[in-house]
């Protein structure tokens, strides 16, 4: 069973800039769809950012603009480049993989998640 495990998350000002990591303990080909979730205290979970294994990617127009997802498929990681942060992205940020279509994906596996906080 392929497992998801994600690293990056920490403490930042807001305007900073953190990069999380997911990294497919299985080949990640064998996910269509690749994802980012996030959920803040009393909040839903939130589908932040997705990218296919080959071309399109898909983001929350919360994110537009600030946020790049990528996946190195030689090393079956997908990434999420968050820049210009405000302490309303402040969450638990998963990473998920399944099938489905781009802006919204069917999680068939979820990471442990990763805690990011901005300070303002």
């Known amino acids: 069973q392929v497992q998801l495990v994600e690293s990056g998350g920490g403490l930042v000002q807001t305007g900073g800039s953190l990069r999380l990591s997911c990294t497919a303990s299985?080949?990640?080909?064998?996910?269509?769809?690749m994802a980012w979730y996030r959920q803040a205290p009393g909040k839903e979970r939130e589908l932040v950012a997705a990218?296919?294994?080959?071309?399109?990617?898909y983001y929350a127009d919360s994110v537009k603009g600030r946020f790049t997802t990528f996946r190195d498929n030689a090393k079956n990681t997908l990434y999420l480049q968050m820049n210009s942060l405000r302490p309303e992205d402040t969450a638990m940020y998963y990473c998920a993989a399944g099938p489905g279509p781009i802006n919204a994906p069917i999680p068939q596996t979820w990471g442990q998640g990763t805690q990011v906080n901005v300070t303002s």
């Open positions: 990218s296919r294994t080959w071309g399109s990617r």
């Open positions: 299985g080949s990640s080909d064998s996910f269509d769809v």
